[in-house]
């Protein structure tokens, strides 16, 4: 009960930077229209978008790329890259916790050559798995020649895995024709300011020629690396997503001025993830208090940049060696000590065989939302609810509400449903302190939804849900998300209509910030 | 000579090992360690020590009072 009460004085707190980071988004949107440049309408997330052809065939099997891969293909990351090259205060290179999901984060640190057998034995085991990362969890550009030669033991023994980095920047114009060179095309930079003066306030320091820099210089240096390390990516064709941490008081409306000095240097997706902070995480935010955002103030400043630029809302912020579909970690099944043992036979005929299944699987699901769409024509109304899903993913509704670690949020309205972001409902880690009660955590998770949608429930959760305003409905169970969403929101409308129901706002949600306890 | 890695503290990144100028660093049974030897203190090399520049841990590349500073500072 206490917690409740601290949480909802915390959201309570933070609805006056809320208007004021509203105000400041409203201004950026008149100025990015009129500027021209923009993107002409909000491109559905779910499939090619405003996104050019050849960018569309690079990213649409890229599940942390394309929201709509990332229902069907799997990512890896191998956790090679130990060494950092700066400091932020969201990070503290000590904790290690296998219960613990966050960037930064492993169990295990492997050589290239463990990281090649790895790669190999998951891809033999999960044929979805197309995407091969590296991040961390140092960064891969302070570690070039382990990063460098992974990539080239794989390259040689499966080409047909996409290879990407993620990096905080700092290094990057050194190793630019390295990367082009090992055929990677997908980079991600994690870029938090363009301001020195706010980057003092998340970098402590950053190590660059030799010396130890600090405050303002370090803040100064890395964001001319990051900006020139992005210039030179993109002249080069290789595609280039933004990674920001929002921080509220600290960068929160600036990722505003981030978006448009990204964007005019060709990122083609820009990634706003909530900062993750706890005390118990031993960081200097954690230490200090410093909180993260609310879902709807994230929500808020991801739409205001959609108006620029394709914004990515799947991110889960996973581990530096996470394996398995976005979501899911299925990285305890893949130590060193169980690969080792296996015998893997790398067959990229099954592997084809089973992502022409995804392809036929994924047209389907487009075709089924475009029908449903199409009755939905000439409707118009202001109403736009948000609508939660329990899904195992395969873009269904498959997945029971107790089981379900973490739901989908889809907001729609007469245009159509729109992926907007995911909340994680997994019981929370308090370090020893015992567990909340779960269903009061889903609840507050999903208090901006107007419905959750799951392939089954039971009475209690049913009642609990029903009492807090959310709809619960399992009449969907196992049938498209986004089709269902839609039909679902045309009989919300006659509902309305026949005062049936009366449309209100929901209220703000949590993101949760604890550990990720995966099963 | 003087340089050692608080090993309780050491989180095994081995950011330092890249660093040293004279390759005084390695990895023992997952655990670095400076040979005290090769350690010049990066003087001659560079303005700070490399390790103690780089490490993610304040105070885990430390001067090890047991040992006498290098050459050049005496």
């Known amino acids: 009960m206490q917690q409740s009460e601290e949480l909802s004085g915390g959201i309570d707190a933070g609805s006056q930077p809320l208007d004021e980071l509203m105000q400041k988004i409203a201004d950026h949107k008149g100025c990015g229209s009129s500027g021209g440049g923009g993107k002409s309408s909000c491109g559905s997330s779910a499939g090619q978008g405003d996104l050019a052809p050849e ?138 300011m363009v301001d020195p003066d706010i980057g003092a306030e998340i970098y402590p320091w950053v190590f660059f020629n030799h010396k130890r820099y600090t405050g ?41 001025e981030v978006n448009k000095a990204v964007k005019s240097r060709g990122a083609f997706l820009h990634n706003i993830m909530p900062l993750i902070s706890a005390p118990e995480h031993g960081t200097v935010f954690g230490l200090n208090g410093q909180r993260g955002p609310t879902a709807q103030e994230l929500k808020a400043l991801q739409d205001s940049c959609e108006g620029e630029m394709n914004m990515m809302r799947h991110c889960r912020q996973c581990r530096a060696d ?160 986004e089709q269902s969403a839609i039909s679902y929101y045309k009989e919300y409308l006659d509902r309305v209509r026949d005062g049936e129901v009366t449309h209100v706002a929901r209220g703000d949600a949590d993101i949760r910030q604890g550990a990720f306890i995966s099963a | 000579m003087p340089y050692k890695i608080v090993a309780s503290q050491c989180t095994s990144c081995s950011a330092c090992e890249a660093e040293c100028p004279n390759t005084a660093i390695a990895e023992k049974a997952g655990i670095f360690v400076i040979d005290p030897a090769k350690c010049t203190e990066c003087i001659g090399h560079y303005d700070s020590p490399q390790c103690a520049a780089v490490c993610p841990v304040d105070n885990t590349c430390v001067v090890d009072p047991a040992l006498p500073r290098h050459s050049a500072l005496t």
């Open chain 1, 55 to 192: 960018i569309w065939e690079k990213v649409k099997n890229h599940p942390c790329y394309s929201e709509e891969a990332h229902h069907h293909y799997a990512r890896m990351h191998v956790a090679v890259a130990p060494a950092c090259n700066i400091q932020c205060n969201y990070c503290n290179r000590k904790y290690d916790c296998a219960n613990e999901s966050r960037p930064g984060v492993v169990s295990e640190k492997l050589t290239p050559e463990q990281a090649a057998k790895k790669v190999l034995a998951v891809a033999s085991t999960i044929p979805q798995m197309t995407v091969l990362g590296i991040a961390g969890p140092g960064d891969p550009l302070a570690n070039p020649e382990k990063t460098f030669k992974t990539f080239q033991l794989i390259s040689e023994t499966a080409p047909d895995i996409k290879l990407c980095l993620s990096t905080n920047g700092l290094a990057l114009p050194d190793h630019v024709d390295t990367i082009k060179a090992f055929n990677v095309d997908h980079v991600t930079i994690t870029i938090n």
């Open chain 1, 216 to 256: 303002r210089d370090a803040a100064k240096i890395l964001t001319e690396r990051q900006l020139q390390g992005l210039e030179m990516l993109t002249e080069r064709g290789i595609l280039c997503k933004v990674n920001s941490v929002m921080i509220p008081g600290v960068n929160d409306a600036h990722l505003v």
């Open chain 1, 322 to 481: 996470a394996v398995g579909l976005l979501g899911e970690d299925r990285s305890a099944e893949f130590t060193t000590e169980k690969i080792m043992t296996m015998d893997v036979k790398y067959d990229s005929e099954t592997r084809k065989a089973y992502q022409q299944k995804v392809e036929q699987e994924r047209q389907a699901t487009v075709a089924a939302k475009n029908l449903e769409l199409a009755t939905l024509a000439g409707e118009r109304s202001d109403i736009k609810i948000l609508i939660a899903v329990a899904t195992k993913g395969g873009g269904r509704i498959n997945e029971h509400f107790g089981h379900a670690k973490e739901f989908q949020v889809y907001e729609v309205g007469t245009d159509g449903a729109k992926f907007v972001g995911h909340r994680r409902v997994d019981l929370y880690c308090q370090g020893g302190y015992g567990e909340e009660d779960s269903i009061e955590t889903i609840i507050r998770a999903l208090n901006d939804c107007t419905a959750v949608f799951v392939a089954k429930i039971g009475h209690c959760p049913k009642d609990s849900l029903a009492e807090a305003g959310i709809e619960p409905v399992d009449r969907y169970a196992l049938e498209y998300i």
